[in-house]
C-alpha cells in the first residue's frame, strides 16, 4: 500500500534563512505530490504541487522538486517569514486518494 | 465561495459515548472526504463519498464509525460506542470533481472538530 516517510518532524529557522522538508513514498505508480500548510486552529491548505512529468516547480518563495527514481521529493522555502511558522505535510495521490506524510512543525526565528 | 463548514469544532465525550459531527462542503462539490487527523500525524483517509455513494470506506472502522450523506450534500460522520483512541480532529473536505484529487480538482478541508475522549 502507499505510505509516505516525511523528515524532519521539526525545523527551526531563522527568518529569512530557507527551509527544505523531505519526503519519501514508495508506491511507484503514484504521479501527484501536494504539499499542504496547516496553522493552529485550521485545516491543511493546498500550497503548492507537482505531477511527475516535472521535475521541478516554482511559486514566489516556494518550490518542490521531484526525484521519480529515488521516489522521494521535497519542499524548499527561501526568504523565510514569520507567517511562514505552520505544519506542513507531503501527501502522494494512490488509488484516487491522498495519502499525507506525518507532518513538519516549521517554526521561523525572529 | 464558502468554505467546508463543520460542527462542533469542540467535543468533549467520556468512553462509550456516542458523537456525531456535520459537514457541510462547498457548494456544487461531487466530492466529500472524512480524515481523521491524530495528534502530531497526518490526516488519515477515513471514508470518501462521490455525490451520495460510498467510494472508499476501507479505513473506517465499521463496528463503531458510521458515515452518510444524504441527497449529496451535507455528511454526518457518527462514532458509537467511542474508545480513547479516538481523540482526535475529525478533518471534512470537499472537491468539486469524481476522480483523482489533482489538478483543478483540489481538496479543501474544512477547520475540523477536535474530539477529546475521557
Known amino acids: 500500500g502507499e505510505n509516505v516517510e516525511q523528515h524532519p518532524s521539526t525545523l527551526s529557522v531563522q527568518e529569512g534563512d530557507s527551509a527544505v522538508i523531505k519526503c519519501t513514498y514508495s508506491?511507484?505508480?503514484?504521479?501527484?505530490f501536494p504539499w499542504y500548510k496547516q496553522e493552529l486552529g485550521k485545516g491543511p491548505q493546498l500550497i503548492i504541487d507537482?505531477?511527475?512529468?516535472?521535475g521541478e516547480k516554482k511559486d514566489q518563495r516556494i518550490a518542490v522538486t521531484l526525484n521519480k527514481t529515488a521516489k522521494h521529493f521535497s519542499l524548499h522555502i527561501t526568504e523565510t517569514q514569520p507567517e511562514d511558522s505552520a505544519v506542513y505535510f507531503c501527501?502522494?495521490?494512490?488509488?484516487?486518494?491522498?495519502?499525507f506524510g506525518q507532518g513538519t512543525r516549521l517554526t521561523i526565528n525572529p | 465561495e464558502a468554505g467546508v463548514a463543520q460542527s462542533p469544532r469542540y467535543k468533549i465525550i467520556e468512553k462509550r459515548q456516542s458523537v456525531a459531527f456535520w459537514c457541510n462542503p462547498i457548494?456544487?462539490?461531487?466530492?466529500l472526504y472524512w480524515y481523521q487527523q491524530i495528534l502530531g500525524q497526518g490526516p488519515k483517509l477515513l471514508i470518501q463519498?462521490?455525490?451520495?455513494?460510498?467510494?472508499?470506506d476501507s479505513q473506517l472502522p465499521k463496528d463503531r464509525f458510521s458515515a452518510e450523506r444524504l441527497k449529496g450534500v451535507d455528511s454526518t460522520l457518527k462514532i458509537q460506542p467511542a474508545k480513547l483512541e479516538d481523540s482526535a480532529v475529525y478533518l471534512c473536505?470537499?472537491?468539486?470533481?469524481?476522480?483523482?484529487?489533482?489538478?483543478?480538482?483540489?481538496?479543501?478541508f474544512g477547520a475540523g472538530s477536535r474530539l477529546t475522549v475521557l
Open positions: 473536505a470537499s472537491s468539486p470533481e469524481m476522480g483523482r484529487p489533482r489538478g483543478a480538482n483540489v481538496l479543501t
Open positions: 508506491d511507484s505508480a503514484s504521479n501527484y
Open positions: 507537482i505531477r511527475s512529468n516535472v
Open positions: 501527501a502522494e495521490e494512490g488509488a484516487q486518494k491522498l495519502v
Open positions: 457548494s456544487g462539490h461531487a466530492t
Open positions: 463519498f462521490q455525490n451520495n455513494g460510498v467510494v472508499d
